[in-house]
């Protein structure tokens, strides 16, 4: 593990202070930056960075970025504070949106092989790995971000400052076959446009990464060299603050009283910020019991779908070493969820259908209480009946009206028309008619004298 401290690649825009370093005020065009002393001695590395990027408008400008490249950048360059034409990669936190598409705050990778010019009217789009669109303004906690590369692939994982769990951090992006330098510079840079934002990094930690059994452990004099710088670095800086504390005595921060305590608003926002927190880690200890449940509902399935099929029979029809059961077809999660559904569907049509049985029973039982309400019904149904037995008798007649006109137009056409009747007992035309009439009369008759019986009848019930 190496930590890299940039005590001579500050840039004069930039604030570097016991706790942080602030790479761009919130002035406007303002550009800083911070690089590594010295190049990479590994091949693949994991980045921690935790930062803070908080100004007055609703709009900032124009972001952080971060840097592995093969040179040192620029302090005062074109790209977020540091130089354009780079090789290697760079890491942007854009939050100025300047090809008006309303996607900033946006982080995005981008490769450089030192020959293209860094697309700004697009904001990058069009020579952007991967990205992905995070708000990282003015959070109530430090935004990080955990940078690795590893086996050519480039993962980036981000933490949104909402909460103050340092391990809740989300993917951003996940790049595979990334080929970058194998030793490099580390670097952050910023910058402010019209628009301005304070630019603070608090924390930069670089690990190498190595295949598993593989331990390098770095020189004891290198470590020795670094942390004696280091305490140096640490002893000048405490100097520095008592000499000018001495030298102004004037300008020394007194102490308030009101410092001591919070204020309502403070404590309102405290108090939401700890619920919001609360709810926060509720929800995610749901989240794992629900992966619980569904893990276990999986095994389930699994077991479920083993079973009844034992192994196949030897010669004699002697079982398997051992007597173990050799699965059977194994049934998929899918075919199970459609056996469900076709239960439920099931179930559902039995319902539906008993619905519909009730509602004739009820409607058969009205039909029947009015029934028995109204006895002059059966006398209206009658009534019903022998109208319909009149349109009968009606088409009958009209039947046998064209069967005796197509019979006589026959007889009369046959033998040249001149030949009557054959026979001296033959029944005329006229006289047919008249005995059929006198016949559906009759039957007309009794059909009402036998209606009306029937309906004398059931008056007395």
Not at 72 to 82: A, L
Not at 96 to 124: E, R
Not at 396 to 418: E, F, Y
Request: a negative charge; one cysteine or more; proline letters at 3%.
């Amino acid at each position: 593990m190496q930590t890299f401290l940039a005590e001579d690649g500050v840039k004069i825009d930039a604030i570097a202070s016991a706790e942080s370093v602030r790479i761009a005020p919130s002035l406007r065009s303002q550009k800083g930056a911070i690089w590594t002393k010295s190049k990479t001695t590994f091949d693949w590395w994991d980045v921690e960075i935790v930062f803070r990027v908080s100004g007055r408008g609703r709009v900032g400008a124009d972001g952080l970025a971060f840097w592995y490249t093969t040179e040192k950048g620029d302090y005062n360059g074109d790209v977020f504070g540091s130089s354009d034409r780079w090789s290697g990669l760079g890491l942007f936190f854009d939050s100025f949106d300047n090809d008006n598409k309303h996607n900033n705050p946006y982080i995005m990778a981008v490769l450089n092989d030192g020959t293209k010019k860094f697309d700004h009217q697009n904001d990058g789009t069009t020579q952007l790995l991967s990205g992905c669109l995070r708000d990282f303004r003015n959070k109530p906690f430090p935004t990080r971000a955990r940078i690795e590369y590893y086996n050519n692939v480039l993962t980036v994982l981000f933490h949104n400052g909402m909460t103050n769990n340092n391990e809740d951090y989300e993917m951003c992006l996940r790049a595979e076959g990334v080929q970058l330098p194998k030793a490099g510079y580390f670097g952050l840079s910023a910058a402010t446009g019209g628009l301005a934002d304070d630019h603070d990094v608090f924390h930069f930690l670089t690990t190498s990464l190595h295949p598993a059994g593989q331990d390098p452990q770095q020189p004891s004099d290198e470590a020795d060299r670094l942390s004696k710088e280091y305490l140096e670095y640490q002893k000048k800086l405490e100097q520095q603050k008592e000499d000018y504390r001495r030298e102004h005595p004037d300008k020394a921060p007194k102490e308030e009283l009101d410092d001591w305590f919070e204020s309502d608003n403070q404590r309102e926002l405290r108090q939401i910020w700890q619920a919001q927190s609360g709810m926060t880690e509720v929800i995610r200890d749901l989240s794992r019991k629900m992966d619980e449940v569904i893990g276990r509902q999986e095994r389930t399935l699994g077991l479920l779908s083993v079973g009844g099929g034992g192994a196949p029979h030897q010669g004699t029809g002697a079982p398997a070493q051992g007597g173990a059961m050799q699965p059977a077809a194994v049934i998929s999660r899918h075919e199970v969820e459609a056996l469900l559904q076709n239960n439920n569907y099931i179930a559902q049509t039995s319902k539906e259908i008993r619905q519909i049985i009730g509602d004739l029973a009820m409607r058969t039982d009205t039909i029947l209480q009015n029934q028995a309400r109204q006895p002059t019904a059966q006398v209206q149904a009658s009534g019903y009946e022998t109208q319909g037995l009149l349109n009968e008798m009606r088409e009958s007649m009209n039947n046998v009206k064209q069967g005796l006109a197509q019979i006589g137009h026959t007889l009369s056409t046959k033998d040249g028309g001149g030949a009557g009747c054959p026979t001296s007992n033959c029944l005329g035309l006229t006289t047919f008619l008249v005995i059929t009439v006198i016949q559906l009369s009759l039957v007309f008759c009794y059909s009402l004298f036998r209606d009306s019986r029937e309906a004398k009848a059931k008056k007395f019930y």
